[in-house]
């Protein structure tokens, strides 16, 4: 309650929405003491969908994030932890500025996989694509179907001007990347493009800013591509100095179990043993 005003008619809005989050976490050590706190003010995300990768708001986010770090920092001095804690900063992923959506949808319209009602609204569908910002998921109903969602894909693929840069069928991209589902295909960008989810033409448009997924900048693609996440980490577990040039994302939480003394059998990272003590 005490924090409330910072956020009262700023929800999900940066930085406001941020301050309250940290004052929160803040207050969360110097009372409770907690043995793990995770974190997540989003105003660098958020600007970067809004204004792209590299923008002036992007560095203005930038200092926030020191004064939010520098807070939780004195909250542990304030709280009498300092000494004992390990502060972990991580970004969750990167992201790429966007030129254009396509609606791959309508394509599926076009190739009697989505049928439509007298006011063009979806009735039934044998495929669906479901976007995921610069991929998506093709979601098939029937199996018996599946060659004939894969040939308009793939020849989408081919051209060159639909965005995808690549086809993966759910065995493929899992074996690659460790992602599965229901879906039959994932579809990835060609660096530029973000997948929309309409139906209904233009096949393509601009960035649109009322979604994170279609704004100036978004992220959802091959980790291997784009700016890359940060990993900072000091404190008593931590070696002074130590630089691992590029690891997994999934590693950190088997390094944070490992800090912790935890197990968690079965998880798909390593512990970073490079930067530990």
Known sequence: RPNMPLVEGHQRQHP???????????????????????????????????????????????????????????????????????FIIMSDHGQMNTTRIVNLNVLLVDAGLIDLDEEGNPVS?????????????????????????????????????????QVFTEAEIREKEGLGGDFAFVLETDGTTSFGPDWKRPLMKNFDLDDYRYGRATHGYLPDKG?????????????????????????????ICKVLGLDMPGIAGKPIDEILR
């Open 16 to 86: 406001q929405a941020d301050a309250f989050v940290m004052n929160m976490a803040c207050d969360m050590i110097t009372t409770y003491q907690p043995d793990l706190l995770m974190v997540h003010p989003a105003a660098i995300d958020g600007y970067r969908h809004r204004y792209g990768v590299f923008a002036d708001k992007v560095e203005e986010s930038l200092d926030y994030t020191a004064q939010w770090t520098q807070q939780v920092i004195d909250a542990t001095i304030k709280a009498g932890t300092f000494e004992d804690t390990d």
């Open 227 to 255: 700016p890359q996440p940060t990993l900072i980490a000091f404190g008593p577990s931590f070696k002074p100095g130590a630089v691992v040039e590029r690891r997994p994302i999934v590693d950190v939480t088997a390094t």
């Open 125 to 165: 569908w044998r495929a669906w694509v479901k976007s995921g910002g610069m991929h998506a998921q093709v979601y098939v109903t029937d199996p018996s179907v599946k060659d004939q969602v894969e040939k308009p894909l793939r020849d989408a693929c081919a051209e060159g001007v639909y965005g995808i840069s």
